[in-house]
Every structure is written in C-alpha cells, then in structure tokens.
C-alpha cells in the first residue's frame, strides 16, 4: 500500500458530510487537503482548523466545481499553497428530490452540471500533474441510485451513472501512467442530505440503518493507497446493491 505522507489531496464539497469524514480521514492518513467548498465558509473553515490539528497542511478553497473558470481558479490555488494535486476526491454533488410532474429540464441541467459536469472538470484540471508525476488517485463519489435508481429521481440517477462511465474511461486511459480511478457507491448515508428526505428510511436497508459517512471514509483511504484497484466501483450500501 503506498504511503500517503505529505501528498496532496483536494476534496470537493468537503465542508460537510461524505466529503468531510473523506477529507478528515486522508489527512489521518498523512495527505495534506484542500477542502473545497462552495458557500458553507465556516464549516469548511472548521475542517481545515480540524485538518491542521492532525498536524497536516491544509486549504479551504470556496469555488462552484460546475464552472470551468472556477475549477481551473481552484486547482491553481491548491497548487500555490499546498503543491501539485495528486488524490483528487470529486465528492460535490446536490440532491433536488422531484415527482415525474415536476422534473424540469432545470433541474435536470442545475443535476447534470453539479453532479458530472464537475467531475469533468476537475479531473481534467489536476491530470496533467498526475501525469508528470506518473502517480495520481481519482476516487469519484457516485451512489446506488446509479444501479437502483434511487429515490431523489432520473436527473440523480442519470448524473451519478455517468460517474460510473466516465470512471471507467480515465482508468483505461490512466492505466498505464501510474494513475487509478476508481468511484464509491454509497447509499443512505446519514447526512444533511438524507435527513431531509421523507421516503428515506433506515429501513430500506437491509442492515436496518443508515450508513456513517467515516464508513465511506475508510473505502477512499484504501483506494487511495492501492494502486492496483483500478476502474472499480465499490458499494457502500448496507447490502442494498449486491454486486
């Protein structure tokens, strides 16, 4: 397993929930972090102070990761402060829970843009580091509404597929320059997101609760310090999705 120890990580949507026990857990693991975050200041700044206290380096960069200018902005900060991205954690994401009557080519757009779109983006941005460096990690947030279809609705499950293709294209393309990527698939993980959801309910997992974001933690940590476990993507499910 390769050791982590001073190498960078960035986390999108960082500021709360997956993407902070994922943040958390890599600086644990000795990386430094930069934690993205788009409008929640004060919670990203508690994990960067969180972050430093592990005695890591650390960053709190807002930026929306759907906007091209924005992401190369980003990318070129975390650079300056902490050094070339080599762990990129593509974890931002929204949820708009819908009805097929009120499913609108908007929100299918904002989805779209927010949930994939940002994955592109950010990918693309840090790769040519990764590739002078001949070693990177990509590690994609994606969910069991890619293989169910989830409960939030199609422009949910259609972004978070596209994770799954996408993630299997750079692995192919990276496989040879010392590069994995690899997504997480997680479902009812206790956060802000599914608190607010009325149709989800611990018991629609077979375990019978919800998921801890740090059990989704550990599975990044791992993916990040193999570098044999490419294209893959690893359920976190409570036994919803057996694949």
């Known amino acids: 397993m390769d050791d982590l120890s001073g190498r960078v990580a960035l986390v999108t949507g960082g500021s709360r929930g997956i993407g902070r026990a994922i943040a958390l857990a890599l600086a644990a693991a000795g990386a430094d972090v930069a934690v993205n975050y788009r409008s929640r200041t004060a ?30 902005r980003l990318v070129g900060a975390v650079e300056a402060g902490l050094g070339p991205v080599a762990m990129l954690v593509n974890n931002a994401g929204i949820s708009e829970p ?36 001949r070693w990177g990690r990509i590690v994609n947030v994606s969910s ?63 375990v019978g609760r919800f998921g801890r974001p740090e059990e989704v933690a550990e599975v990044a940590v791992m993916l990040a310090r193999n570098g044999y476990i490419t294209g893959q993507t690893i359920n976190v499910n409570g036994g919803l999705y057996m694949s």
Do not use: C
């Open 98 to 133: 819908v009805t097929l009557e009120t499913l609108s080519e908007a929100v299918w757009e904002t989805t779209i843009a927010t949930n994939l779109k940002s994955v592109f983006l950010a990918t693309q941005a840090v790769l040519p580091a990764m590739r002078r460096a």
């Open 144 to 206: 069991t509404a890619a293989q169910l279809g989830g409960i939030v609705g199609p422009h949910y499950a259609a972004a978070k597929a596209g994770i799954h293709g996408m993630t299997h294209a750079y692995a192919a393309w990276l496989v040879q320059e010392g590069i994995t990527a690899n997504a997480i698939a997680p479902a009812l993980i206790e956060t802000d997101m599914i608190r607010g959801h009325a149709r989800a309910k611990p018991e629609r997992i077979p």
């Open 43 to 72: 919670e990203a700044e508690a994990v960067r102070a969180a972050i430093a206290g592990l005695g890591r380096r650390a960053l709190a960069v807002t930026a929306d990761v759907a906007q091209a200018g924005e992401v190369a």
